[in-house]
């Protein structure tokens, strides 16, 4: 369902490449980090993953369908980013329903889905809110919540916490770990904080030059770096 694969991906903006020979395999279900320095190319490779970015060689898989393949409707994924814009003059209700705009579902089945995701997202209270009566986490969580309402396979999320202060990013990354355990979602997170990829991966994707430095675990890079760059990264003892 949703897995997700790289198949040798390069991608060049004119002459400069910013993804090389990228080969990476993820397992349906499971919450993998990018992490990397600004400009490494993590924005990039979901962008290519959403098939927003079109892939100068390689193939980019969702579920095994190649991502170019597919209408945009066809493509299972929704994605979070760190400016979610939020619609200032629709209440939470609405800006969450805003993500099944081109579902067709009929009216009840909408209030059903945003009714289930506002309550797995805490938000049924403030429902009839506008975004400028939420604090900074609230007005997040409604973001997540205008993406997960349409239950996708695949879950792509942009540095989603930037923009919080320190102790609800700790707060909100907990709550993401959770959820995406119980919608039992693929997702890729991806950050360049690197103990927020400690934190909440199964596995960390290190990237560094547009190249994966090193795919495992937590532990797995921690304990084993595969190189001096991860090992600076991480912060691995010497
Ligand atoms: P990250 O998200 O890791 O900070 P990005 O994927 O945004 O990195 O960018 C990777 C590299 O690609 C950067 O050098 C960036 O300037 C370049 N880049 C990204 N998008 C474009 C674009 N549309 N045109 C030209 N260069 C781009
Ligand atoms: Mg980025």
């Known amino acids: 369902m949703g897995s997700v694969r790289f198949e040798q991906v390069t991608k060049r903006f004119g002459s400069v490449e910013v993804i090389r020979n990228m080969e990476l395999s993820i397992e349906d279900g499971e919450l993998v980090v990018f992490v990397g320095p600004s400009g490494c190319g993590k924005s990039t490779m979901l962008r290519l993953l959403a098939g927003l970015e079109s892939v100068s060689e390689g193939r980019v898989y969702i579920g095994g369908r190649d991502v170019h393949m597919l209408e945009p409707k066809e493509r299972d994924i929704a994605m979070v980013f760190q400016n979610y814009a939020l619609y200032p003059h629709m209440t939470v209700r609405q800006n969450i329903a805003f993500g099944l705009k081109l579902s067709g579902l009929s009216k009840p089945d909408i209030e059903r889905a945003v009714a289930e995701a506002s309550s797995l997202l805490g938000l049924k209270e403030l429902l009839d809110r506008k ?15 205008r993406a997960i309402v349409r239950k996708p396979q695949v879950f792509l999320m942009d540095e989603p916490l930037s923009n919080l202060d320190a102790k609800l990013r700790n707060h909100m990354r907990v709550e993401i770990r959770k959820l995406q355990q119980r919608l039992s979602t693929t997702m890729i997170y991806v950050t360049h904080d690197q103990v927020e990829a400690m934190t909440m991966a199964d596995r960390i994707a290190i990237i560094d030059g547009g190249e994966v430095q090193q795919f495992g675990t937590p532990q797995e890079v921690y304990h084993r770096p595969a190189n001096i760059f991860v090992a600076d990264f991480i912060g691995s003892p010497a």
């Open 131 to 145: 975004p400028r009566e939420l604090s900074g986490g609230q007005r997040q969580r409604v973001a997540m919540g």
